[in-house]
């Protein structure tokens, strides 16, 4: 158990109208008694009860620093699972330093990043993947993001592990015992039974494992990178999306030749966009150094836009960006359709299937054909959170894959005709693997580097 009180401000380390310093441990009461003061009445706070807010002074001795608001909340009701006290105080980066610097002074050491929800783990207030959701709501860049990081951390993941992980311990226990007592239990025949559950288990870690890609893309956003010839539009339709002037756009072909980057929010969701230099085969050095870059973004892209002037005739450089996309998710936008047209979707169809969306980037035509064709293309056209759980973490997802790979190895050992003492070494191993997303099965200093990642009073 953690003995020591740590304190920290937990809230933005800028100007703003309230301030929050948090202190949580044994003698979090003890240090609040010692620097409060009441605003009518002398009282000592750790004679109050617990989840009352009181008002008055935080003192240096003699000197009041700040008139404040101050929260009680005895453990184990709290976030962290111990005594905690959180101070309001004035939003000023030179108070909230001040009554930080009293706090420690009074007896509470500087918390390191993360620390509060590590202390929250390790008390058992929260499982490892909750605590993982904490820093993931804080880090939430859209709707879909912050549903999904407070569905787990209202336990979803956590759910979905211990009801498999609950169906391996009995295995396994099983196997053991009748190891254990032969002339009491059989097990003849207990291989073909085990492997009905163990694909079972198997499907429903699958179903976990292919929900990282969307969790990925809910988490991260959509890596999406905009492709087309040069002056095909691709500025222009970035510009749009933004809803800034965000490119220079001119009549000049190969006026982009660098990568620009832009995160945008479609329909509660995040892209990614890199504009690119128009493809192209070109002599200019530069530009061609801008068109090599465009093909090797496109290579890692979650999305291409493939954003095509309908003015003018296809050539070699819309066969090459064809090929391109042959085997990508891609988006395919005939622009420039308030011209002259000569390409439409029925001729592009003869050399591609991906979706079409005739637009005007310049009059802002089809675009909320096209926002809508994004959100279709990734998510079915709505994501629900109800029932659905989605591993947004590269570490779960690792777990998870080793989970299931231990569980083939059973499957293999049923099919060999191997000694039972095999499946219950292998099905253990896909117990501790999952263990490890829960917190249940980790080592120190994992610990210790996930919740480094955190915000400092977090």
Do not use: W
């Not at 740590?6 to 240090?31: D, K």
């Not at 450089?317 to 990508?328: G, V």
Request: aromatic share 6%.
């Amino acid at each position: 158990m953690i003995k020591d009180t740590i304190a920290a401000i937990a809230t933005a380390m800028t100007a703003s109208g309230i301030g929050i310093i948090r202190i949580s441990g044994e003698e979090a009461f003890v240090i609040i008694d010692r620097i409060y003061k009441g605003k009518k009445k002398e009282k000592k706070l750790s004679n109050e009860k617990s989840h009352t807010i009181h008002y008055g002074y935080i003192m240096d001795g003699e000197e009041a620093i700040d008139e404040v608001l101050v929260l009680l909340m005895r453990g184990p009701h709290s976030y962290t699972g111990e005594d905690t006290v959180e101070i309001d105080c004035h939003g000023g980066v030179y108070v909230m330093k001040r009554i930080l610097e009293t706090v420690i002074k009074y007896g509470a050491r500087p918390a390191e990043p993360g620390e509060f929800t590590k202390r929250a783990f390790l008390n058992g207030r929260l499982d490892l993947s909750q605590a993982e959701a904490v820093i993931d709501v804080i880090q939430s860049k859209n709707e879909y993001a912050l549903k999904s990081s407070v569905s787990q951390l209202k336990g979803s993941v956590l759910e979905k592990i211990s009801e498999i992980r609950k169906e391996i311990l009995y295995h396994t226990a099983f196997i053991e015992t009748a190891l254990d007592d032969p002339e009491h239990i059989s097990i003849d025949g207990y291989g073909e039974k085990l492997q009905g559950t163990v694909e079972k288990l198997q499907g429903a870690i699958r179903r976990l494992l292919e929900s990282a890609d969307n969790g990925r893309i809910i988490k991260e956003g959509i890596q999406t990178v905009i492709v087309g010839k040069p002056n095909a539009g691709k500025s222009s339709l970035l510009n749009v999306l933004a809803g800034k002037e965000r490119a220079i756009v001119t009549d000049i072909e190969g006026t982009t030749r660098d990568i620009l980057e832009e995160n945008i929010q479609i329909n509660g969701i995040c892209l990614n966009i890199i504009d690119t230099a128009g493809i192209r085969d070109t002599e200019d050095i530069v530009e061609k150094i801008g068109v090599d870059k465009a093909k090797d973004y496109a290579k890692d892209a979650d999305l291409i836009i493939y954003v095509v002037d309908a003015s003018r005739a296809l050539d070699e450089n819309d066969e090459q960006i064809l090929e391109m996309i042959r085997e990508k998710q891609a988006l395919i936008l005939l622009n420039k359709s308030d011209l002259d047209t000569v390409i439409t979707k029925e001729l592009l169809q003869k050399y591609t299937e991906k979706p079409m969306i005739e637009i005007s980037a310049k009059q802002e035509h089809g675009i909320e054909k096209v926002e809508h064709a994004l959100k279709e293309m990734f998510f079915e056209g709505k994501v629900s959170f109800n029932d659905e759980v989605y591993i947004t973490n590269i570490r779960q997802k690792t777990a998870l894959q080793n989970a299931y790979d231990s569980l083939e190895k059973v499957i293999g050992s049923i099919e060999n005709n191997m000694p039972e003492d095999f499946y219950s070494i292998d099905l253990m191993d896909a117990y501790e693997a999952l263990g490890s997303i829960t917190g249940e099965t980790i080592g120190e200093d994992l610990v210790n580097e996930i919740f480094s990642k955190f915000c400092m009073g977090k």
